[in-house]
T-cell receptor, first 116, second 113 residues
Framework: AQSVTQLDSHVSVSEGTPVLLRCNYS??????LFWYVQHPNKGLQLLLKYTSAATLVKGINGFEAEFKKSETSFHLTKPSAHMSDAAEYFCVVTAAGGTSYGKLTFGQGTILTVHP | KAGVTQTPRYLIKTRGQQVTLSCSPI?????VSWYQQTPGQGLQFLFE???????NKGNFPGRFSGRQFSNSRSEMNVSTLELGDSALYLC????????????FGAGSRLTVL
């Protein structure tokens, strides 16, 4: 079984300040983890992915995430927020084995608001 | 390389009607999955097709069905529409069930009146 919990439904930051979006996961097998972003009335776009290589993963638009197995976390960060980062972000887990093979589980999403 | 194409992008139906949504995956991608997105329930998995066979299914009533054609294009159908079916329906494709990365289409926004 696998699950994803995004710890904040809404995060609000000022432009130029750091962004932290938190994600905890549960998986019976070695997980692959992803962050997707969705701008209003658009589909989801892949930001970054972790697939058992380096634990610090760099993505597009200056975002990065660190896989911490001991904490079962995969938090998304960005040093300096931009107005265009305002969107909804989804943490996703998929397992490499077991009955959940190939199944992706989405978190509930975190809405990021960026103030000028 | 063309992305995932969903049609129609917007549609309005009335209760009791049925609707068919179409999804063309990225060329070479053989797996297509469907998701329903609503403000209250978030993103919910509907089903996934690979090689014209349903491989996974979410927890939705039988009114929701789908199919995949030999060219990997997929359709989903919702019969006897209810107000609660109003949602953004997202299609995503990947090379196969073992491929991790999904590529999403822009979605079909269904409004049921």
């Amino acid at each position: 079984a696998q699950s994803v919990t995004q710890l904040d439904s809404h995060v609000s930051v000022s432009e130029g300040t750091p962004v932290l979006l938190r994600c905890n996961y549960s998986s019976s097998y070695s997980p692959s983890l992803f962050w997707y972003v969705q701008h209003p009335n658009k589909g989801l776009q892949l930001l970054l992915k972790y697939t058992s290589a380096a634990t610090l993963v760099k993505g597009i638009n200056g975002f990065e995430a660190e896989f911490k197995k001991s904490e079962t976390s995969f938090h998304l960060t960005k040093p300096s927020a931009h107005m265009s980062d305002a969107a909804e972000y989804f943490c996703v887990v998929t397992a490499a084995g077991g009955t959940s093979y190939g199944k992706l589980t989405f978190g509930q999403g975190t809405i990021l608001t960026v103030h000028p | 390389k063309a992305g995932v194409t969903q049609t129609p992008r917007y549609l309005i139906k009335t209760r009791g009607q049925q609707v068919t949504l179409s999804c063309s995956p990225i060329s070479g991608h053989r797996s297509v999955s469907w998701y329903q997105q609503t403000p209250g329930q978030g993103l919910q998995f509907l089903f996934e097709y690979f090689s014209e066979t349903q491989r996974n299914k979410g927890n939705f009533p039988g009114r929701f069905s789908g199919r995949q054609f030999s060219n990997s294009r997929s359709e989903m159908n919702v019969s006897t529409l209810e107000l609660g079916d109003s949602a953004l329906y997202l299609c995503a494709s990947r090379e196969g069930p073992g491929a991790n990365v999904l590529t999403f289409g822009a979605g079909s926004r269904l409004t049921v009146l």
